[in-house]
């Protein structure tokens, strides 16, 4: 029995793995919907528009669901019959302190090159256009052609080998930042050229490029991007959505360009309210039943419900604030506990357990644990922020920097009603009540 229940632990903890759903298999044994509404938002945005290059700008707290939804969308049959769909993370193409508009730019040539030939069928682009395009590609990067390997593939190992670069290789990123930094319109063009290759090849309308993870970067990193450089990443002729983090939408100098380049073409993906505004910090307040059936729903797709009970199911769905990426993290830290415990009473020849499961003392452990790691990023200015939003629900000033840090660190999550207002997470609330300032 053991044996079995360790078992049981292992693929619970594997299950909850902290990664969105990209996979068709991992749709079908894990998702739960939740956000339609925002779906349809983002299809709307893209097959109504009055263009056939749109920008648009798709945001909200990490780990709260975005990734997962974007490769529903990019699966959408609706968009899929009349456009080229392509999906992509930038942490997967360009090492995340290095990216900036131009290798973001250059990152989606390469993977609409990359799309045309491992479509299956590929796409039927003529054998000449395919050559000039792979050897701007190589010029660009500084490739010599002879490392490439099997002339049957020669295009897709190309394609492998300049990505690798662009991961790796930061004398290569600075080259291609060099030449197009002050020229971006040039490598728009071929851009454009590579899209609409592409785009007639299959016979389609126009291309969506989704752009993911973005909203994982510092916020030193996004400012320059989407504050200094904004046009160059409006000027593709195609459809583009990219993530942003939720904290730059609060900035004053970014916030401003966005809805001025891009139309206002802004979507943000809420976190579930699990209690309305006027009752966040009232005692033993019952949580919205929808978000927490909802919520346990996730949970019980992950964790056998014999494991884990509605009890403690909802005690957990409390700490996570209504975070996917925080619900996630305390069940994996449960699961590592009961894992440690299994192993411990095996070890030591104690009589054999079957009822290890996430009791309350296991929640209370991996919350208290998460709650010292939220304590590690925090200074004295930090709390009084802190106390601030508790007793407000809304920051003395939603657009300083070190607010922003806070909202971007899931220290403050934000939720809507008719207007944005904010909340401490429930962890971190502990903190403050810890120093006396709640």
């Known amino acids: 029995m053991a044996e079995s229940l360790l078992t049981e632990f292992q693929t619970a903890y594997r299950n909850l793995e902290l990664g969105p759903l990209l996979d068709q298999k991992d749709l079908d044994r894990f998702r739960v919907d939740y956000s339609g509404n925002i779906l349809a938002e983002l299809e709307q945005l893209i097959e109504d528009s009055d263009t056939a290059d749109s920008k648009v700008i798709f945001s909200g707290h990490r780990g709260c669901g975005k990734s997962t939804l974007l490769a529903t969308l990019s699966r959408s049959p609706v968009l899929n019959d009349r456009y080229v769909?392509?999906?992509?993370?930038?942490?997967?193409t360009v090492e995340n302190s290095d990216i900036d508009h131009v290798n973001i730019l250059f990152a989606i040539a390469v993977k609409l090159m990359r799309f045309a030939e491992t479509s299956q069928p590929p796409i039927p682009i003529s054998q000449a256009t395919q050559d000039a395009l792979y050897r701007w590609f190589a010029e660009q990067t500084q490739t010599d052609v002879k490392e490439v390997k099997g002339e049957a593939s020669f295009g897709l190992n190309l394609l492998k080998?300049?990505?690798l670069k662009l991961l790796t290789n930061a004398s290569t990123r600075k080259e291609i930042k060099?030449?197009?930094?002050?020229?971006?319109?040039?490598?728009?063009?071929?851009?454009n050229t590579i899209a609409a290759t592409i785009r007639t090849a299959a016979k389609k309308e126009t291309i969506v490029v989704i752009i993911d993870d973005l909203d994982?970067?510092?916020?030193?990193?996004?400012?320059?991007i989407f504050k200094d450089n904004i046009k160059a990443l409006c000027l593709p002729g195609f459809h583009i959505i990219y993530t942003i983090p939720i904290a730059a939408l609060r900035d004053k100098e970014i916030l401003p360009m966005i809805q001025s380049e891009m139309n206002d073409r802004i979507i943000r993906m809420p976190v579930l309210k699990l209690l309305p505004k006027e009752e966040v910090h009232q005692p033993n307040a019952p949580l919205n039943p929808e978000v927490l059936d909802i919520l346990c729903a996730i949970l019980h797709k992950r964790i056998p419900a014999h494991l884990l009970d509605r009890q403690v199911a909802e005690r957990l769905v409390f700490y996570s604030g209504g975070v996917l990426r925080e619900l996630m993290r305390i069940a994996t830290g449960c699961c590592r506990l009961c894992?440690?415990?299994?192993r411990r009473e095996s070890r030591d020849n104690t009589?054999?357990?079957?009822?290890?499961?996430i009791k309350p003392a296991i929640l209370d452990e991996a919350v208290n644990n998460l709650r010292n790691d939220f304590a590690l990023q925090l200074g004295k200015a930090d709390y009084g922020i802190l106390q601030a939003v508790y007793n407000e629900l809304m920051p003395d000033d939603p657009t300083q920097k070190e607010f922003l840090d806070l909202l971007h660190g899931l220290h403050v999550l934000e939720y809507r009603n008719r207007k944005a207002w904010y909340d401490v997470h429930p962890i971190v609330v502990e903190l403050l009540s810890d120093r006396g300032l709640i």
Request: negative net charge.
């Open 339 to 342: 894992l440690l415990q299994i």
């Open 161 to 163: 080998l300049i990505e």
């Open 216 to 224: 994982k970067l510092d916020l030193a990193v996004v400012k320059p």
């Open 85 to 92: 769909v392509v999906m992509f993370s930038i942490a997967d």
């Open 351 to 357: 009589v054999e357990r079957q009822d290890i499961t």
């Open 178 to 191: 060099q030449k197009f930094e002050r020229n971006a319109s040039e490598l728009v063009g071929q851009l």
